[in-house]
């Protein structure tokens, strides 16, 4: 492949959809996306992706049922703990002052991180408990997050449900229909692919 995006935007959606298709509580859902994403970190790392943000969870999704916020928040500690053990540094963008904050993720919120300085070493970001409005509201709160070349929505839905509006002004948009819990590096390297077909102007 002849041009490798720098930064990539990973929307993990459909967890409920997957729960509740294999017979499961829709909040089951979330723990089974925890390896798929630190799958697609081992092929990104491989690929010589320098940045991923992976999207946690909104403002929005708190308005959820009890059990499911309580299991999304959980999940996004357990992938962050998962991240530690690898070669990355972590960045965590969201409302510290909302109760929907999850208290252990204190320490690596809204940290200001400089370019990955070497190509084994990858700047990951977790949107958490983030919302576009606080976002803007809050001096852009991500604005030390760099332009993402490349979003990836698994789930099938077309849209980008506030994912960092700022950073995808000019982003390509891939969408994969299966949901999030059924990922393959095939779904990530079939993205890379079509990346390549992309007229990348920049609107010049």
Known sequence: MFRIPKHIGVIPDGNRRWAKKHGF??????SYGLEPGLQLLHIAQ???IQELTYYGFTVDNCKRPKKQVMAFSQACIDAIKMVQQENATIRVIGNTQSACFPEELLPYANMELQPASSKDIMNVNFLINYGWEWDMKNNWASRNIPRVDLVLRWGGMCRLSGFLPIQTVYADFYIIKELWP???????TDALQWY???DITLGG
């Not at 509580?25 to 979330?30: L, S, V």
């Open 25 to 30: 509580n829709k909040e089951d859902g979330y």
């Open 46 to 48: 491989k690929y010589g």
């Open 182 to 188: 059924d990922y393959e590096d095939t779904q990530f």
């Open 196 to 198: 390549q077909m992309q």
